[in-house]
Structure formats: structure tokens, C-alpha cells
């Protein structure tokens, strides 16, 4: 079977808080590339910007929104080939649309986990309010301009969820191995941390699609019939 996984779009309000980055009809003559090439594209969460709103509080009438803003791609990402699983910044989704927290793939022999990741952090689990509260303000520096201030927040924020490059030290990673075995699947996919990864844990292997914000095209590619699991940029 021939799976493509995108995540991390974050498409926005069109205001200055939306770091989707792209013109949509460039990202819909992508899709287009992924619907051709691939039998099924799963959408791993944070699709859409629910907590960055103007005002905090009330993520799916933000959701409503972001869909308006870019209508082309709300339409497109509904068809029959798109499997959606929510983020923690598009949790608004397991309402309106009954979108799932995980998705679980058997074909070819192997078995194959997909979670956006946001599970993996305790201060998601169990005060939420404090991580959208964090979020929301993020925005906010967004539309001030203040670049280098919301990059410096972000990279204490990966500090605290054990996010490193370093596949051994990297606590995200071992969070979705374990998540892995628990479902008994051989493969797991992320989103989340924004950073594209194909690592082997003994004997289960760790892809991370990356993200589709801020202008870039990263997603990962599976062909379960050849054991073939790739990180690309650009189409």
C-alpha cells in the first residue's frame, strides 16, 4: 500500500498569527502530487489553527474560520483519500468532525500506528487550559512582529517536551515507541515537533512527517509492499 502522511499545516484566520506560509493554490497543486501518487494521505493532526485566535476560548468557531479563510483546501482535504487525525491545536475536530485520536493501518504484513504525538506531553495531558492559554499567547506575538521572541518561547517549549535531535535522548521518540508496542504495531508515525525523522528502535521504526507550515513541503512516503518509509521535501 502506498501511504503519504502530512502534518503540522497550522492553517490559520489569514492574519498575521496564521504561519501556514503558502498560497493555497500552490499547496492544492501539492495535494494534487500526493493523489496521484499515493492510495491513501493521512492527516496527522494540526491541520488547522484553533488557539491562535484573536481572542482565547472557543476553538471551533476558529475552526469555522480557518475554513472559510481557505476554502479550496477545507474542501479538499474532505475528500474520500484524506484520513484525519487531530492535534492538540485542532482538538476542536474530534468534535466537529469525529476525527480520531489515532489510526491504525495492517497492510502488507505490517502494522502501522499514526498519532500526531501531543500525547506525549504531560502538560497537554493534564492542564490543557495552561498549554492553549500558552499557545493562544504565542499568537498574539505573532501579530507583534516579534519574531526572534516567539522562536526563543518555541524552543524552551521543545526543551520541556524532551524534543532533541538525538534519537537516543529524545524522550518524544521513546514516548512513541512505547505507544508503538502497546498497540503492537511495527511502525509508528508523528507529527508535532515540526521535525522531519526516520529513526529504527530495535525492532520498530520511528517516522516523523515533519511540518507543512511556515512554507515548507515535508511529508513522509510508505510503501508497505516493499518495506520502502522515506522523509521528503518538496514535490
Not at 11 to 17: H, I, T, V, Y
Not at 36 to 51: A, H, K, M, P, S
Not at 103 to 108: H, L, M, N, Q
Not at 124 to 140: A, D, M, Q, Y
Request: with cysteine; hydrophobic share 40%.
Amino acid at each position: 500500500m502506498h501511504i503519504a502522511v502530512i502534518s503540522d499545516l497550522h492553517l490559520g484566520a489569514r492574519d498575521r498569527a496564521d504561519s501556514f506560509g503558502h498560497r493555497d493554490g500552490d499547496f492544492l497543486r501539492f495535494l494534487t502530487f500526493l493523489e496521484d501518487n499515493f492510495e491513501r494521505i493521512v492527516l496527522l493532526g494540526d491541520i488547522w489553527e484553533t488557539l491562535a485566535g484573536s481572542l482565547p476560548g472557543n476553538p471551533a468557531a476558529q475552526l469555522s474560520r480557518a475554513r472559510q479563510a481557505h476554502q479550496a483546501l477545507a474542501e479538499r482535504l474532505s475528500r474520500s483519500a484524506y484520513t484525519y487525525v487531530y492535534g492538540n491545536h485542532d482538538l476542536a475536530a474530534a468534535r466537529v468532525d469525529q476525527a480520531p485520536e489515532y489510526v491504525e493501518i495492517d497492510a502488507d504484513g505490517t502494522r502501522i500506528l499514526f498519532a500526531h504525538g501531543h500525547q506525549s506531553d504531560a502538560l497537554v495531558r493534564h492542564n490543557r487550559w495552561v498549554s492553549e492559554l500558552g499557545v493562544w499567547v504565542g499568537g498574539w506575538i505573532r501579530r507583534l512582529g516579534l519574531k526572534r521572541a516567539y522562536e526563543f518561547f518555541a524552543s524552551l517549549d521543545e526543551r520541556r517536551g524532551g524534543i532533541s535531535s538525538s534519537s537516543d535522548r529524545c524522550q518524544f521518540q521513546r514516548w512513541a515507541v512505547r505507544a508503538a508496542r502497546q498497540h503492537h504495531a511495527d511502525v509508528v508515525v508523528t507529527g508535532h515537533t515540526h521535525r522531519p525523522v526516520r529513526a529504527e528502535h530495535g525492532d520498530r521504526l520511528f517516522l516523523n512527517s515533519g511540518s507543512c507550515s511556515e512554507g515548507r513541503f515535508s511529508y513522509v512516503s510508505m510503501d508497505t509492499r516493499r518495506g520502502d518509509y522515506a522523509i521528503n521535501a518538496g514535490f
